[in-house]
């Protein structure tokens, strides 16, 4: 049986990730596994489970499991997979006000880029659209990992 994920579910988990933390498709169960470094790499050095807490030690196990049958998971699309900076840009040129979308284009550059993006496109109450740009965005992404890995998906 071929894994089936809900575009949302997929878009939603590749939104959380972090430098600290990795998420998985697991191919059997069609669940999203979510586990940090701090897991994996416990599992990878088989540390006593014993010196994490209870509630760690379920994920560490799933990273054993993950370590020994691998083919069975899928890792979702990294950071460098996702181009934030790559989407703000075309959100950029997107906007019809040559004048607006120059604002954009300059709060992009330089230092604190996010921070800047965001707090200029709140100014100028285009935060809906920002996201929802960023939504369709990340379904693209989230649609091409599908498709290159063999993994069904639905609305």
């Known amino acids: 049986m071929t894994t089936k994920v809900k575009l949302k579910e997929l878009v939603q988990e590749m939104d959380v990730r972090s430098d600290q933390m990795s998420v998985f498709l697991n191919r059997k ?7 940090t470094d701090e897991e994996l ?3 990878e ?3 006593p489970l014993d010196d994490y807490p209870e509630w760690q030690q379920k994920a560490i196990e799933v990273a054993a499991d993950l370590l020994e049958h691998g083919e069975d998971y899928l890792a979702l699309p990294s950071k460098i ?3 934030d900076y790559g ?3 075309s959100f950029c040129s997107s906007v019809g006000d040559e004048g607006l979308a120059e604002e954009l ?3 992009i550059r330089g230092r604190g880029t996010f921070r800047c993006f965001r707090d200029t496109v709140q100014r100028h109450g285009m935060l809906d659209d ?4 960023r939504d369709k965005a990340l379904r693209d992404v989230a649609i091409e990992w599908c498709e290159g890995n063999g993994i069904g998906y639905e609305e």
């Open 87 to 89: 989407i703000m840009r």
């Open 130 to 133: 920002w996201n929802r740009f």
């Open 45 to 47: 050095e088989d540390e």
């Open 29 to 35: 169960s069609g669940e999203f596994v979510t586990l």
């Open 105 to 107: 284009h300059s709060a």
């Open 81 to 83: 997979d996702i181009d």
């Open 41 to 43: 790499n416990a599992a």
